[in-house]
C-alpha cells in the first residue's frame, strides 16, 4: 500500500538515481524500479534479487532462480497489470531487451547508463503499484 506521502517519495527516488551510473545489480533499470517502489510503499519487491547478480547475464540467472523467467512473467507474478498511472512501474523494451521504470505522468522515467531518462508511456505494459 502505498503511503500518504508517495508522490514526495516517489520523486526523490528518482532525483536519487540520476546521479547514480548504471550498475548491474546495485543500481539497474529493475533495482531502480525496486527502489521506487520501496520508497512510495514500504515493501522491497526486489529482495530476493538484491546481491544475487553483477552482470547482465547474472541478472538472467537471478530472474530464472528468484523469478519467473524474465522480467515480464516476474512482474506479472506480482502486481496486476493496468493502463499506466502515475506510480506504477512500467516496462520498455530498449535495445531488445526489457527494462523497467517508473511512471510519472505522461511520461515513464528509466534507469539509463548516466541516470535516469525519460519515455512515454504510449504503449508500454504497466503494473499496478497501489
Not at 47 to 75: C, N, P, Q, W
Not at 107 to 129: C, E, M, N, R
Request: aromatic letters at 10%.
Amino acid at each position: 500500500m502505498r503511503r500518504e506521502d508517495w508522490p514526495e517519495r516517489m520523486v526523490a527516488a528518482i532525483d536519487a538515481a540520476r546521479s547514480q551510473p548504471f550498475v548491474w545489480g546495485e543500481s539497474d533499470c529493475c533495482l531502480f524500479a525496486a527502489d521506487v517502489v520501496l520508497a512510495m510503499t514500504g515493501e522491497d519487491y526486489a529482495k530476493a534479487f538484491r546481491g544475487k547478480y553483477k552482470s547482465a547475464r547474472g541478472a538472467l540467472g537471478a530472474l530464472k532462480r528468484h523469478g519467473h523467467g524474465d522480467i515480464e512473467k516476474t512482474m506479472d507474478g506480482m502486481f496486476e497489470r493496468r493502463y499506466p498511472m502515475r506510480g506504477d512501474v512500467v516496462m520498455a523494451v530498449i535495445d531488445n531487451q526489457q527494462a523497467l521504470g517508473i511512471c510519472v505522468g505522461a511520461d515513464a522515467a528509466f534507469k539509463g547508463p548516466a541516470g535516469a531518462s525519460f519515455l512515454s508511456v504510449d504503449g508500454l505494459i504497466a503494473w499496478a503499484v497501489d
